[in-house]
């Protein structure tokens, strides 16, 4: 999905964003550098094997997921991480890393860290390593419909 068709959506829902471009960057660090975001507020997606499906896992960029208590949250029997070639293709548009927590226009469940659901708003990569949206969290979950587990 590139950021033209993200934005398309966002709008058609009728959902106020700020678009942010930056430099190119790929660290949490850098990004949140780039784009004058604090790295705690900038949201992260993680692509995950939640008994063997593909999942997002969304959470502060600051942090790494704890795949045991994201399983546990999920009520999963087991959860990995997912390697490139497990979802190589499921992103069309996308560049790798830079995957929009949007796990419902890919047909895939997403899991929010209980921080990411107490902020008023979210920031996330668009799709590339140059673009950010930043929009209210509660028009996130009212599209997405994420699952808050702990991770």
Same mark, same amino acid.
């Given at each position: 999905?590139?950021?033209? !068709?993200?934005?398309?959506?966002?709008? !058609?829902?009728?959902?106020?964003? +700020?678009s942010?471009?930056?430099?190119?960057?790929?660290?949490?660090?850098?990004?949140?550098?780039?784009?004058?975001? /604090?790295?705690?507020?900038?949201?992260?997606?993680?692509?995950?094997? +939640?008994?063997? /499906?593909?999942a997002?896992?969304? +959470?502060?960029?600051?942090?790494?997921?704890?795949?045991? &208590?994201? &399983?546990?949250?999920?009520?999963?029997?087991?959860?990995?991480?997912? &390697?490139?070639?497990d979802?190589?293709?499921?992103?069309?548009?996308?560049? %790798?890393?830079?995957?929009?927590?949007?796990?419902? %226009?890919?047909?895939?469940?997403?899991?929010?860290?209980? /921080? +990411?659901?107490?902020?008023d708003?979210?920031?996330?990569?668009?799709?590339?390593?140059?673009?950010?949206? /930043?929009?209210?969290?509660?028009?996130?979950? &009212? %599209?997405?419909?994420?699952?808050?587990?702990?991770?």
């Amino acid at each position: 999905m590139p950021v033209a !068709q993200l934005k398309e959506f966002l709008d !058609q829902n009728e959902v106020h964003y +700020l678009s942010i471009v930056h430099s190119k960057a790929y660290t949490a660090e850098s990004i949140a550098k780039s784009a004058h975001v /604090r790295g705690k507020e900038l949201a992260k997606t993680v692509i995950v094997k +939640l008994d063997g /499906r593909l999942a997002m896992a969304v +959470l502060p960029s600051t942090q790494k997921v704890h795949l045991d &208590r994201l &399983r546990k949250g999920a009520g999963a029997v087991s959860c990995e991480l997912a &390697r490139e070639e497990d979802f190589y293709g499921d992103f069309p548009g996308c560049e %790798l890393g830079a995957m929009p927590p949007f796990g419902n %226009l890919f047909h895939m469940p997403v899991y929010v860290e209980p /921080r +990411l659901s107490e902020d008023d708003e979210i920031a996330f990569n668009a799709g590339s390593h140059s673009e950010l949206i /930043r929009m209210d969290y509660k028009d996130f979950a &009212r %599209l997405v419909k994420p699952t808050v587990a702990d991770m």
